[in-house]
Antibody, heavy 119, light 110 residues
Framework: EVQLVESGGGLVKPGGSLRLSCAAS????????MNWVRQAPGKGLEWVSS????????YYADSVKGRFTISRDNAKNSLYLQMNSLRAEDTAVYYC????????????WGQGTLVTVSS | QSALTQPPSASGSPGQSVTISCTGT?????????VSWYQQHPGKAPKLMIY???KRPSGVPDRFSGSKSGNTASLTVSGLQAEDEADYYC??????????FGGGTKLTVL
């Protein structure tokens, strides 16, 4: 059974940093590209970043470019999102999602982790 | 990246059909056959319902179907059931811009 479990969310002050993790199991992690998608409270889904299976290709949404860094460790079956210079508008539930087709089909999602940016 | 345009709400009675539209541009919806639809119940993670415009993942009822014409994709739910009440989001591959989502449509089963 495919499982994606996010962790690392919490309350952080504006300008602060946070590192999210996503532990994957039930599939060959190193064969799939992975993504972060966020959802602000009461709002819609927003794609954040994608990383290919071997980390050769990395894309970011304009809203996070230069502040967030996506990475993965295939040996540990884990996906990460380093978030720096956090702003109030980054407050959201952050989901990791497996990519069945590069940047096109997010077939499995984690339960999400809440990041709150507030003073 | 601009969000794809979806109606904020849609509704139908049990047994009826409802169609939700998703309008983009030639740089996303119109340019690629990589439109997906996701269902999200309150407090839950999104679930893939349709991918590559009209394909259904295993386990998704055939009451759900997708199509595309030009820059507009559509999700049709036939034979509406109470459990179909949820938020629905479309997404599209957008080339070097990555992925773009729609703003979401709240489907109400009357």
């Amino acid at each position: 059974e495919v499982q994606l479990v996010e962790s690392g969310g919490g309350l952080v002050k504006p300008g602060g940093s946070l590192r999210l993790s996503c532990a994957a199991s039930g599939f060959t992690f190193s064969s799939y590209s992975m993504n972060w998608v966020r959802q602000a409270p009461g709002k819609g889904l927003e794609w954040v970043s994608s990383i290919s299976s071997s980390s050769s290709y990395i894309y970011y949404a304009d809203s996070v470019k230069g502040r967030f860094t996506i990475s993965r460790d295939n040996a540990k079956n884990s996906l990460y999102l380093q978030m720096n210079s956090l702003r109030a508008e980054d407050t959201a539930v952050y989901y990791c999602a497996r990519d069945e087709q590069w940047l096109a089909t997010f077939d499995y999602w984690g339960q999400g982790t809440l990041v709150t940016v507030s003073s | 990246q601009s969000a794809l345009t979806q109606p904020p709400s849609a509704s139908g009675s049990p047994g009826q059909s409802v169609t939700i539209s998703c309008t983009g541009t030639s740089s996303d919806v119109g340019g690629y056959n990589y439109v997906s639809w996701y269902q999200q119940h309150p407090g839950k993670a999104p679930k893939l319902m349709i991918y590559e415009v009209s394909k259904r993942p295993s386990g998704v009822p055939d009451r759900f179907s997708g199509s595309k014409s030009g820059n507009t994709a559509s999700l049709t739910v036939s034979g509406l059931q109470a459990e179909d009440e949820a938020d629905y989001y479309c997404s599209s591959y957008a080339g070097s811009k990555g992925v773009v989502f729609g703003g979401g449509t709240k489907l109400t089963v009357l």
